[in-house]
């Protein structure tokens, strides 16, 4: 069974850090890009970051460039997140997914997704 | 832009159709075919519908239909059903990245 599964949710301070991890099965993780897309409390998705299958560019958007870190390990079959300079409005359940085409150009069509892992920040 | 626009919402009867709309500009959804849409279901992960503007992926029923016109782009639920009533996003490539729709919560009346 294809599977994903993100873990490293938490509560962290303002100004904090945390590390996602999503732990990949199922299927050939080294061929697919990957993404990390977030939802607020209540709100709609909005598409954090991404990274390519073997070649590992990394594409992040507005909102979190400079402060956030997306990387791969194809030997483990993880994807991470690092996440720096938290935010309140960075608030969100995190959810890793898998491009639905193999190679390394990302059409972002996600095809699986994980289950999630929520991120609070607060003092 | 830092999303594609969606209306909040939308609403038929079972059996009825419904058609949400999803308005880009000529940067995104204007610019190429690279259009997919998701449903989520209340607490859940969302779910692939329609991708390459629409095409489905293996599973989905062909009650689910896509298609684009300039700079916005269309999913059509055919023959609704109870079990349709969730919210819907749309997404567009862009330059290298994705821009995700505001989301339509749509309702079974």
């Known amino acids: 069974e294809v599977q994903l599964l993100e873990s490293g949710g938490g509560l962290v301070q303002p100004g904090g850090s945390l590390r996602l991890s999503c732990a990949a099965s199922?299927?050939?993780?080294?061929?697919?890009?990957m993404n990390w897309v977030r939802q607020a409390p209540g709100k709609g998705l909005e598409w954090v970051s991404g990274?390519?299958?073997?070649?590992?560019?990394?594409f992040y958007s507005d909102s979190v460039k400079g402060r956030f870190t997306i990387s791969r390990d194809n030997s483990e079959k993880t994807l991470y997140l690092q996440m720096d300079s938290l935010r309140a409005d960075d608030a969100a359940i995190y959810y890793c997914?898998?491009?639905?085409?193999?190679?390394?150009?990302?059409?972002?069509?996600?095809?699986?997704w994980g289950k999630g892992t929520t991120v609070t920040v607060a003092s | 832009q830092s999303a594609l626009t969606q209306p909040p919402s939308a609403s038929g009867s079972p059996g009825q159709s419904v058609t949400i709309s999803c308005t880009g500009t000529s940067s995104d959804i204007g610019r190429h075919n690279y259009v997919s849409w998701y449903v989520q279901y209340p607490d859940k992960a969302p779910k692939l519908l329609i991708y390459d503007v629409s095409r489905r992926p293996s599973g989905v029923p062909d009650r689910f239909s896509g298609s684009k016109s300039g700079s916005t782009a269309s999913l059509t639920v055919s023959g609704l059903q109870a079990e349709d009533e969730a919210d819907y996003y749309c997404s567009a490539y862009v330059g290298s990245r994705a821009l995700i729709g505001t989301g339509t919560k749509v309702t079974v009346l």
């Open positions: 997914s898998k491009d639905l085409f193999l190679g390394d150009f990302h059409y972002y069509y996600m095809d699986v």
């Open positions: 199922g299927f050939t993780f080294k061929n697919y890009a």
């Open positions: 990274i390519s299958a073997s070649d590992y560019i990394t």
